[in-house]
């Protein structure tokens, strides 16, 4: 009694005290998830709440920040403050998301020179500041010196021309063991965009209207990559492991074009026994390097506006950031920051001022426009992807990014009409909601009305009751509401607009939505056989009485349970295409192995046998429990009748666990069809801006698509209408295999 | 006779270690990186042995994830999920498969469809009705829903389970004055012990590491689940692989502990002794 006392009072208490110190609460949203980082972010809140002591900073950490956002901003509910990226921005502003910062700045009068003129620039469009700066990350040149010295070759400086590292890569690249083929390479493949930059071409025109690179100034760019493809930078399937830094650290490579954030990794993983340093970016005609900065921006719809600023002000404040300590992910904005041995002047690596003089030559890539994301995905990276495969010549590939440009370009001039109508809604919220109430309560009313008719069969309306309520409640509004938005542009941060069937007739017209179904079905239709066959072996021999079975059945249930990033990881090094256990073994009968993931053939095989590896357990764990169900007594008149093993498997062991395995082809159907996580994780390139589903989309399934459009381009609309017509397929082949089961399914044959 | 069934286990055993090494690998794999300083995970050609062993891992890592919150929210929610899910699938699944009404057939096929449509285009609108409902930031939308039939997947496993049992047993049962519900209770659900074993494991492990849900549904720090606690590991430009692994490994054992211990309701091989056959 008296605890029950004590709880009650201390609540009593918390209540009051909260309710007289009325404190704000401001969310504050960041992509950053590691502990180190996060416990830095809490100091900068701890300093803040201690000096704005009417204001609580409630610090949300996530990975998927950007659909955590999109889906909050959707519902109504944004998080007052939000960390973004530079690259992520602009289609945010595109649709009024964000609040401009200008007049709180005049307001306050901030002093914005305290920060590098370019991370303001590159948040700030149309002359409003929509993010306020925090730091940014610039190109600079990584080499390692003890390969240099071995090959003789002086350190790249400030006057290294494209030239100097095109010959220097080549000298570099070092065939140890005779093969014919380099165990280290001179260089990784430098990002185009950078180089075309600096030998003064450009890739859009300044107005955005069409594509400026058919150029001999590109040419020039695309010709020099191009010949170093194969020579002295790795194609795509000559790559050994997960990524460039390990490449790097590893001493298999010289140098690389690499970006300030990976600056961590590299101190982290390079052997203490192996010097290394950064230069500056290469020149061409001039010198140029891409930036990308991180700020804090606040949403539109945040309760408390005056709040947020006064934190992101904070934020980026010299107090606050002084709080973070020595940061080498990035380059502080702040000038003072920046130029302080304390915070981030020190070495490793020696040279680290060229990230600071990257501020004054850097620049974003593209000018002012909502839809990098989609241009880079559509337009850049395919062709990308061809110079890197040596599959495409330098004309040419100016030629493809012209046209495809262009057309892209094209396209989105002509949904002006939509664009400008886009606008933050709140209440789109309000309006969805109201639609799914609506069908909440005809579906009751349906269900009413054939309960009333159909008062005789009540018990069985009674057993699947919980179910009627959970699909009316949860399940049939949102289901509608997505059948709706199908119809609609929905871009989850403005309202709908009605277009009709608008969405699905472009589809047809898209060529990657093809590819993704025709990859889809390729995947289905291979993979739902085999591992059904597989996994029934598998059940079939854990079935057995032996001894240490149980330890079997666990060790072959593991990949189920296991962590998704070690089997990702382990097999990425099993389908490696030289180091690779896979084509280790192939090689011991002399087979030349394939480059799996790296090549567009062989990219989907390799990733069914993952499937089918990975997916065995669950599917094994359900047939067992059906053989179970098999009494024994069957088995035992088929011994009387004389029968052989494989007799009873047929006569006895099949008929007996097909509504087992009707269940389990259903459901790798269904699965299958959606199949995603696993391509997405086995085909994200980390830190990237190549999209999963690749080599040349040869892994694009239609639900990676799907996440494409309407999380990445953010047109739910047409995602919905993706969906529903892969609802449609799904349904089709479920229902042609219910009317198929009647032939071969048996239930209650005792 | 005896030497025949001799080899035949010699052969069995021969598959099943060859198979199990495969499956066994990424489980080693994470036992290794486990054990290891972060700068010998990534040394190409692999590494198998970790040098130093480093068993401080595992302390490090449960403190910088904050652990024990982590944990007692997730036996949380995994467990009334669990319970949810176990009641209302069995009994609807015992209502499609055992009881007829006009409409069962059509029903059932919506069921299924419910998993037809890819999930991410619900999303948005399950997010909105949840925050209408001020369910946003309570353990709500990831325990309730389980209650109202637990999820079209073990609905339609457990119907294809209680369709095998003789329909002569309800027959007889009803003649001795049972009603439906002592007929589910008493009869069905004691012969599927093996899938019911099944529905746990499968249950207990996605609501385990579940992602999606807690990610979106959850948003203070002390509400987050083992799931989304190793993100702490997984950050903007590199990831702790040996803390990531010890943390993972750690999250894996209850997974283990109930996967092993549901096994011993697969070798109860139902009896159906003293029926017709």
């Not at chain 1, 609309?717 to 295999?737: D, E, K, Q, R, Y």
């Not at chain 2, 939308?141 to 119907?159: D, E, K, N, Q, Y």
């Amino acid at each position: 009694m008296r605890k029950i006392v004590a709880i009650l009072l201390s609540i009593f208490f918390c209540l009051t005290l909260n309710s007289f110190a009325e404190r704000k609460t401001i969310r504050y949203l960041t992509f950053e998830t590691s502990f180190e980082q996060i416990n830095l972010i809490k100091k900068i809140i701890a300093e803040f709440e201690k000096k704005n002591p009417d204001i609580h900073v409630q610090l949300e950490a996530t990975s998927e920040a950007s659909r955590v956002f999109l889906t909050e901003m959707a519902a109504g509910t944004p998080p007052d403050v939000m960390y973004i990226g530079s690259e992520m921005l602009p289609q945010m502003v595109g649709k009024r998301a964000l609040m401009p910062m200008n007049d709180w700045i005049s307001r306050d009068s901030v002093n914005m020179d305290l920060f590098f003129p370019k991370t303001v620039n590159a948040l700030t469009y149309d002359s409003k500041l929509y993010a306020y700066p925090i730091h940014y990350s610039t190109n600079a040149l990584f080499y390692n010196k003890r390969l240099f010295d071995e090959r003789g070759v002086a350190y790249p400086d400030d006057n290294w021309t494209w030239n100097d590292y095109d010959k220097a890569s080549k000298k570099l690249t070092i065939d140890r063991d005779g093969d014919g083929k380099p165990d280290v390479w001179g260089c990784l493949s430098p990002e185009l965009r950078v180089i075309i930059h600096s030998y003064s071409g450009k890739i859009i025109s300044d107005d955005t209207t069409r594509m400026a690179v058919n150029t001999p100034e590109a040419l020039k760019a695309v010709t020099l990559a191009y010949n170093m493809g194969g020579v002295s930078a790795p194609l795509a399937a000559q790559i050994q492991d997960t990524n460039e830094i390990q490449m790097f650290s590893n001493s298999k490579v010289a140098m690389f074009l690499g970006r300030t954030w990976q600056l961590p990794q590299i101190i982290k993983t390079m052997p203490k026994d192996v010097p290394w340093d950064i230069a500056p970016t290469p020149k061409g005609v001039v010198r140029f390097s891409e930036i990308g900065v991180g700020g804090n921006c606040i949403a539109r719809g945040s309760k408390n506006p005056e709040a947020a600023w006064r934190y992101v002000k904070f934020y980026s404040s010299v107090e606050g950031q002084k709080l973070l300590g020595v940061q080498k992910n990035c380059a502080p904005a702040l000038v003072e920051l920046g130029n302080s041995p304390q915070y981030f002047l020190c070495a490793p690596p020696q040279n680290i001022k060229v990230f600071l003089d990257a501020a004054t030559y850097s620049d974003r890539p593209y000018p002012d426009a909502d839809w990098t994301n989609e241009f880079s995905s559509r337009v850049w990276e395919p062709v990308m992807e061809q110079i890197r495969t040596r599959t495409i010549t330098p004309k040419d590939a100016l030629i493809m990014w012209e046209k495809s440009g262009n057309a892209y370009l094209e396209k989105w001039r002509q949904d002006e009409s939509f664009r400008s109508k886009a606008d933050y809604a709140g209440d789109t919220t309000a309006f969805l909601f109201r639609f799914m109430i609506i069908l909440m309560v005809v579906g009751f009313l349906v269900v009413l009305y054939f309960a009333a008719t159909n008062k005789k069969s009540w018990e069985g309306y009674f057993f699947i009751a919980p179910w009627i309520f959970g699909f009316i409640i949860f399940t049939l509004g949102p289901v509608m509401a997505s059948l709706y938005l199908s119809f609609t542009r929905y871009d989850m941060l403005s309202m709908p607009q009605w277009v009709g069937i608008g969405n699905f007739s472009a589809l047809v017209k898209d060529k990657l939505f093809l590819t993704s179904l025709y990859n889809t079905f390729y995947y289905a239709l291979v993979s739902v056989p085999i591992s059904l066959v597989f996994a029934l072996i598998l059940a079939m021999l854990l079935n057995n009485k032996l001894k240490g079975i149980y330890t079997f059945r666990a060790i072959y249930y593991l990949p189920a349970i296991t962590s998704g990033v070690a089997i990702s990881l382990l097999w990425r090094w099993l389908f490696n295409p030289d180091l690779g256990l896979f084509n280790s073994m192939l090689k011991l009968v002399g087979i030349a192995g394939p480059g799996w993931l790296t090549s567009p053939t062989w990219a989907m095989p390799a990733i069914i046998i993952m499937s089918v590896w990975g997916g065995a357990g669950g599917a094994m764990l359900i047939y067992l429990a059906g053989l179970q169900g098999i009494p024994e007594q069957l088995y035992e008149a088929a011994n009387l009748d004389g029968a052989n093993g494989w007799q009873k498997f047929l006569n006895v062991t099949l008929p007996m666990l097909s509504p087992t395995i009707f269940f389990n082809l259903i459901m790798s159907i269904i699965g299958s069809f959606q199949v995603f996580v696993t391509i997405f994780v086995m085909t994200s390139n980390a830190g990237s801006s190549i999209e999963p589903g690749g080599p040349v989309n040869s892994t694009l399934v239609y639900v990676l698509y799907l996440y494409r459009i309407g999380f990445r381009y953010l047109n739910m609309g047409s995602a919905c209408a993706m969906a529903w017509i892969l609802f449609v397929i799904i349904l089709a082949m479920t229902l042609l295999n219910f009317w198929l089961s009647k032939r071969w399914v048996n239930y209650d044959q005792v | 006779m005896n030497e025949i069934k001799l080899r035949k286990k010699i052969l069995l055993y021969f598959l099943l270690l060859c198979g199990g090494v495969i499956y066994i690998l990424p489980f080693l794999w994470m036992v290794r990186t486990s054990l290891m300083e972060y700068a010998q995970v990534q040394i190409v050609p692999l590494v198998w042995f970790p040098n130093p062993v480093k068993f401080s891992n595992f302390s490090e890592a449960l403190k910088y994830m904050d652990f024990w919150v982590l944990l007692k929210n997730t036996l949380i929610i995994t467990f009334f999920a669990m319970i949810g899910q176990m009641i209302s699938s069995s009994m609807v699944a015992f209502g499609f498969a055992r009881m007829k009404f006009p409409g069962r057939e059509f029903l059932f096929m919506v069921l299924l469809s419910t998993m037809m449509l890819p999930a991410m285009v619900t999303e948005i609108p399950r997010f909105i009705l949840f925050r209408h409902l001020g369910w946003i930031d309570t353990f709500y939308p990831l325990i309730v829903p389980s209650f109202f039939g637990g999820g079209a997947f073990f609905i339609f496993l457990l119907r294809q389970f209680f369709k095998t049992i003789p329909f002569d047993l309800d027959e007889a049962a009803r003649i001795d004055g049972c009603s439906s519900f002592r007929i589910f209770y008493q009869i069905m659900l004691p012969l599927s012990k093996p899938v019911l074993a099944t529905v746990v494991i499968f249950s207990f492990i996605w609501s385990w590491n579940d992602f999606w849900g807690p990610l979106i549904y959850l948003r203070s720090a002390d509400k987050k689940t083992l799931a989304l606690g190793l993100q702490a590991f997984q950050g903007l430009s590199q990831t702790d692989y040996h803390y990531l692994m010890a943390a993972s490994l750690v999250v894996l054992i209850p997974v283990l502990a109930i996967y092993v211990s549901a096994q011993k309701y697969f070798t109860q091989g139902i009896v159906m002794s003293g029926m017709k056959g």
